[in-house]
C-alpha cells in the first residue's frame, strides 16, 4: 500500500518529541493477536506488547468465550510505548500498512468472526482524535481501494491466558506462524527499516 500525501501529514505531526522517559498504551485489535503481538514486539520505541481481548465484559475474557463468537470481545494487543522515541500515528500507520488488512469485515485471513474484527480502542482523547483523522484520510483518499473496516470502540483490555503470551517468537516453526505472521515481521522490516528492531 503506497500512503497518501494526506495521511503522511498526519503522521508526520505526530513524530515523537523529545520529552522526559514516559510511556503510553494502545489498543488494536486486527485479527488473531498472534501476528498484531508479533508485529508490534519488533517496533523501536515499543516496550512491551500483552495478548489479550477488548470490547467485552471480564467474565468472558477468556479464550474459550471469546471463541464462541457470543461475547463482544476482539482479539487485541495492549502496545506499550515511549512515546518520545515511537509517536502513535507511527503505530496506527504500522497497525494500517503492515500489521493487518482493515477492508476485511469480522475476519482476518483464514480467522472468521467478529472476535477477528478491525478496531481501534483510544486510550485518551487525543489518541481517540488521531485515529478518527488517519480514519477519515483513508477513506477520503481510498488508499487500500475498498472501503476501511476499522472502527472506533471503547471498552476495557484484559490480558489473555500466559500461553498466548509470546506465541509467535516460542513457537516459530508452527505453521499458522509460518504462513500468517512471519510474513507481516518480514513486511514490517522491508517497509519500514528505520522502525524495525530485531
Request: charged share 20%.
Amino acid at each position: 500500500m503506497k500512503l497518501s500525501p494526506l495521511l503522511i501529514a498526519v503522521v508526520l505531526l505526530t513524530s515523537p518529541a523529545a520529552a522526559a522517559p514516559r510511556t503510553e498504551t494502545a489498543v488494536l485489535a486486527g485479527g488473531c493477536f498472534w501476528g498484531m503481538e508479533a508485529v508490534f514486539e519488533h517496533v523501536k520505541g515499543v516496550t512491551g506488547v500483552v495478548s489479550g481481548y477488548a470490547g467485552g465484559s471480564r467474565r468472558d475474557a477468556n479464550y474459550a468465550a471469546v471463541g464462541s463468537e457470543r461475547t463482544r470481545h476482539a482479539e487485541a494487543v495492549r502496545i506499550t510505548y515511549d512515546p518520545a522515541r515511537i509517536s502513535y500515528g507511527q503505530l496506527l500507520q504500522i497497525y494500517f500498512a503492515v500489521a493487518h488488512d482493515p477492508t476485511q469485515v469480522n475476519r482476518q485471513g483464514p480467522d472468521v468472526g467478529p472476535s477477528y474484527r478491525s478496531a481501534i480502542f483510544p486510550q485518551s482523547p487525543a489518541q481517540a482524535r488521531l485515529a478518527s483523522q488517519m480514519l477519515e484520510r483513508l477513506k477520503q483518499t481510498q488508499a487500500f481501494g475498498k472501503p476501511i473496516a476499522t472502527r472506533i470502540e471503547y471498552g476495557a483490555f484484559y490480558p489473555a491466558e500466559v500461553y498466548h503470551q509470546d506465541y509467535a517468537r516460542k513457537h516459530p516453526l508452527e505453521p499458522y506462524i509460518v504462513i500468517n505472521d512471519r510474513p507481516k515481521v518480514a513486511h514490517l522490516r522491508a517497509k519500514y527499516p528505520n522502525l524495525f528492531k530485531a
